[in-house]
């Protein structure tokens, strides 16, 4: 069976002589492993191919699905440019680089996620038209929030663990595994400390200014209980500007 899909480039690395392994995002496939050959060497065509296995560029691939198939890794036979491309520069071409490297490392294989890759789309729009570091965070934030929920992992931040609604002049510790606990209520004081207001504008997807150093606190933090302990690459690069 013929297969054809819209997707975005995560990851590539060489892949024997003239090839490449291409770890590519789909709506319908999730994250998925391609090689794509005759992509290296000196020839005109294999740089032409190559410059198009590029981050933020909408590709449209062909494979062939074979009934039998013994790996998830699928041989793409065709693939050109399509219509959508956010060409990000700079700060913001990180955030989008930030964005790739939690997908490769936290998306199952071959998973279907249609909401998230929409959510993908508009994230690296928000990026490219950001007219300040804030709105990047802000768009960043947005993002974890949704991969968390696509996860399975989503965090609640309009109740506490009481199932109280939250007060926006309250702070919380909030823990990961659990939830918001009011901090007058809390014993132990040992999670994320966050004020109430920055909980409810994360559940509303509220931009709030002031909010942005407890969400990315926060996020950080749940986000660290699936990623490991391997840090995330992306991090080290904003370090350079």
Same mark, same amino acid.
């Given at each position: 069976m013929d297969v054809e899909q819209s997707a975005f480039v995560l990851h590539s690395r060489a892949y024997r002589e003239t090839s490449a392994l291409v770890t590519f995002f789909s709506p319908d496939y999730g994250k998925f492993n391609g090689i794509i050959r005759g992509v290296r060497g000196g020839r005109k065509t294999a740089s032409q191919k190559s410059a198009l296995l590029q981050p933020f560029q909408l590709l449209t691939l062909q494979w062939r699905e074979r009934a039998n198939k013994t790996s998830d890794l699928v041989s793409i036979y065709q693939f050109e440019r399509a219509s959508l491309y956010f060409?990000?520069?700079?700060?913001?071409?990180?955030?989008? /680089? $930030?964005?790739?490297?939690? /997908? $490769?490392?936290?998306?199952?294989?071959?998973?279907g996620v249609g909401t998230l890759f929409e959510a993908y789309q508009q994230t690296l729009y928000q990026l490219l038209v950001a007219q300040n570091r804030d709105e990047q965070a802000w768009s960043l934030r947005q993002f974890e929030y949704q991969l968390l929920n696509e996860l399975g992992q989503g965090i609640v931040c309009n109740v506490d663990l009481e199932q109280q609604l939250i007060n926006p002049r309250a702070n919380y510790y909030f823990y990961p595994e659990t939830g918001a606990i009011n901090i007058e209520q809390d014993g132990l004081k040992t999670g994320v400390l966050i004020q109430g207001s920055s909980l409810l504008a994360l559940a509303e997807q509220r931009y709030c200014q002031q909010s942005l150093p407890d969400l990315k606190r926060l996020l950080r933090t749940v986000l660290t209980q699936y990623l490991g302990e391997k840090p995330i690459v992306t991090r080290e690069l904003f370090k350079a500007f």
């Amino acid at each position: 069976m013929d297969v054809e899909q819209s997707a975005f480039v995560l990851h590539s690395r060489a892949y024997r002589e003239t090839s490449a392994l291409v770890t590519f995002f789909s709506p319908d496939y999730g994250k998925f492993n391609g090689i794509i050959r005759g992509v290296r060497g000196g020839r005109k065509t294999a740089s032409q191919k190559s410059a198009l296995l590029q981050p933020f560029q909408l590709l449209t691939l062909q494979w062939r699905e074979r009934a039998n198939k013994t790996s998830d890794l699928v041989s793409i036979y065709q693939f050109e440019r399509a219509s959508l491309y956010f060409p990000l520069t700079g700060e913001a071409s990180i955030c989008g /680089l $930030y964005l790739n490297e939690l /997908l $490769y490392r936290l998306l199952f294989s071959q998973v279907g996620v249609g909401t998230l890759f929409e959510a993908y789309q508009q994230t690296l729009y928000q990026l490219l038209v950001a007219q300040n570091r804030d709105e990047q965070a802000w768009s960043l934030r947005q993002f974890e929030y949704q991969l968390l929920n696509e996860l399975g992992q989503g965090i609640v931040c309009n109740v506490d663990l009481e199932q109280q609604l939250i007060n926006p002049r309250a702070n919380y510790y909030f823990y990961p595994e659990t939830g918001a606990i009011n901090i007058e209520q809390d014993g132990l004081k040992t999670g994320v400390l966050i004020q109430g207001s920055s909980l409810l504008a994360l559940a509303e997807q509220r931009y709030c200014q002031q909010s942005l150093p407890d969400l990315k606190r926060l996020l950080r933090t749940v986000l660290t209980q699936y990623l490991g302990e391997k840090p995330i690459v992306t991090r080290e690069l904003f370090k350079a500007f």
